[in-house]
């Protein structure tokens, strides 16, 4: 059965310097999600994105985010000048058209330092 | 805007006895609910959903969910519970713009 993928599992970066998390979505699928969940609190939403451009982003997704889907596959979250509040479990999810269950991926821990 | 509670923080139960973990929701218009479940440094995996139609909807691993509008509940619940249930339950309500907003969560022990 296909799957979302995500790499790397996990990440440590320096607070300051930039991060890429990367994601594999199921293929056909043509919605795409962030999430993250800092450790003991809720899943929070980042941003969708479709047809190559951002369709909502939350009040976390500062100028320091941005998203893009280089190619056919891959999907990135970037974060460019990463704070310690940026410590937390980063999840990429998809949807398939018309249905409205979205698939995770199993996460990208990010540890800032 | 759409919100989801989940008034448990754990959820208790003996292995083969029925389980229910809870959730409440607070929607415009017609609600879109899910419930996904966590398992330790994994992500999060569908369970099932209700869009429309019946209220009591089967999804994976024999879980169900009963969709009850004028509680605006949408418990969670299976009648026979395994070992391997115990995991972090999390329910779910679509936004206006095709995004999912999480309760709490809720963990669920099932021991032997």
């Known amino acids: 059965e296909p799957e979302v993928t995500q790499t790397p599992s996990h990440q440590v970066t320096q607070m300051g310097q930039e991060v890429i998390l990367r994601c594999v979505p199921i293929?056909?699928?043509?919605?795409f999600y962030w999430y993250r969940q800092i450790l003991g609190q809720k899943v929070e939403f980042l941003v969708s994105?479709?047809?190559?451009?951002?369709?909502?982003k939350s009040e976390i997704f500062d100028d320091q985010f941005s998203v893009e889907r280089p190619d056919g596959s891959n999907f990135t979250l970037k974060i460019r000048s990463t704070k310690l509040e940026d410590s937390a479990m980063y999840f990429c999810?998809?949807?398939?058209?018309?249905?409205?269950?979205?698939?995770f991926g199993p996460g990208t821990r990010l540890t800032v330092l | 805007a759409q919100s989801v509670a989940q008034p448990e923080d754990q959820v208790n139960v003996a292995e083969g006895n029925p389980l229910t973990v809870k959730c409440t929701y607070s929607?415009?218009?017609?609600?879109?609910l899910f419930w996904y479940v966590q398992y330790p440094n994994r992500g999060l995996q569908f369970l099932l959903k209700?869009?429309?139609?019946?209220?009591l909807v089967k999804g994976s691993y024999g879980f169900e969910a009963e969709f009850n509008k004028s509680q605006t509940s949408f418990h969670l619940k299976k009648p026979s519970a395994l070992v391997s249930d115990s995991a972090l339950y999390f329910c779910?309500?679509?936004?206006?713009?095709?995004?999912?907003?999480f309760g709490a969560g809720t963990i669920l022990r099932v021991k032997s």
């Open positions: 999810a998809d949807r398939d058209y018309p249905y409205n269950e979205q698939f």
């Open positions: 293929s056909n699928h043509l919605y």
């Open positions: 994105f479709y047809n190559n451009e951002i369709s909502e």
């Open positions: 929607v415009s218009g017609n609600p879109y």
């Open positions: 209700y869009i429309t139609g019946d209220n």
């Open positions: 779910a309500v679509r936004d206006d713009g095709n995004k999912l907003v």
